[in-house]
């Protein structure tokens, strides 16, 4: 017990992830990017799509012509991820509050009634029209999105600049991330990580399956005290 740290946290703002977070949208990533994969020869594995999640979509059709070999001008690859975005949003047109992951939407409003500040950092430029499809919008502070930040997860820019406008310590913030890369860009940004789902993600502080009978004070408790060996 010597060697044990005990890290003490005050917990004022939730920044989550959107993709495969709040919303059931993380398939229909994969099954777009699958499309343009088909188009180039290339089959996309799943295990490459989990390098995929949290990537902005200009990196990700660069890995995905790394991967298949290929090589593309600055037009090809623009015109490919556009098309490939196209589909997306055909994917999407359906999308409404059904499509909200499990336990998000009574987690997010306890939180909200707890008085903590609430933010969406992700790195998709749809984000704001996917929570609108939601209908939960309102219900953050601030939504940073792929349309704000430079640098695509695993750089910290997405949360940190979420936790400048909700006017937060880093450290006072929990992200909850369902990508390994989102998880990484927590720990730079000195915040505190929650993974999400089933995936293996490495080094989260903390891990949750969903969202389902969470309640936030509980979470806050549970993790306000903890021992690292
Ligand atoms: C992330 C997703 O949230 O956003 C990625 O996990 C996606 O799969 C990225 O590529 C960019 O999204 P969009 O909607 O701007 O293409
Ligand atoms: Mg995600």
């Known amino acids: 017990m010597s060697l044990a740290m005990v890290r003490k946290i005050e917990i004022k703002g939730l920044i989550f992830d959107l993709d495969g977070v709040i919303a059931d949208t993380a398939h229909l ?7 343009i994969g088909d188009q180039l020869g290339f089959n996309l594995s799943k295990a490459q799509n989990e390098k995929l999640k949290g990537v902005s979509r200009k990196d990700s059709i660069l890995k995905i012509a790394n991967w298949a070999g290929k090589s593309f001008t600055e037009a090809e690859l623009d ?4 098309e490939k975005n196209e589909n997306y949003l055909s994917y999407c047109q359906t999308l409404g509050t059904k499509d909200i992951l499990p ?3 009574d987690f997010i409003n ?3 009634n707890k008085g903590l500040k609430l933010a969406v950092g992700s790195a998709s430029k749809n984000a ?3 929570l609108q499809k939601l209908g939960i919008i309102n219900l953050f502070s601030i939504v940073v999105d792929g349309n704000v930040v430079e640098n695509s997860k695993p750089d910290p820019e997405v949360f940190l600049k979420s936790a400048e406008i909700l006017e937060l310590e880093p450290k006072n913030c929990i992200v909850f991330e369902d990508s390994q890369a989102g998880i990484q860009a927590a720990i730079k940004a000195g915040m505190f990580s929650v993974g999400v789902g089933l995936e293996n993600l490495r080094s989260c ?4 399956e969903n969202f ?3 309640d936030p004070e509980q979470l ?8 690292y060996q």
Do not use: M
């Open 29 to 35: 990533h994969y099954k777009a990017w699958c499309k």
């Open 79 to 82: 015109s490919l991820a556009l």
């Open 103 to 105: 336990g998000v939407y």
């Open 110 to 112: 306890a939180s909200v």
């Open 128 to 130: 704001k029209l996917i």
């Open 205 to 208: 502080d903390h891990k949750i």
């Open 212 to 214: 389902e009978g969470l």
């Open 220 to 227: 806050l408790t549970q993790l306000s005290n903890i021992i």
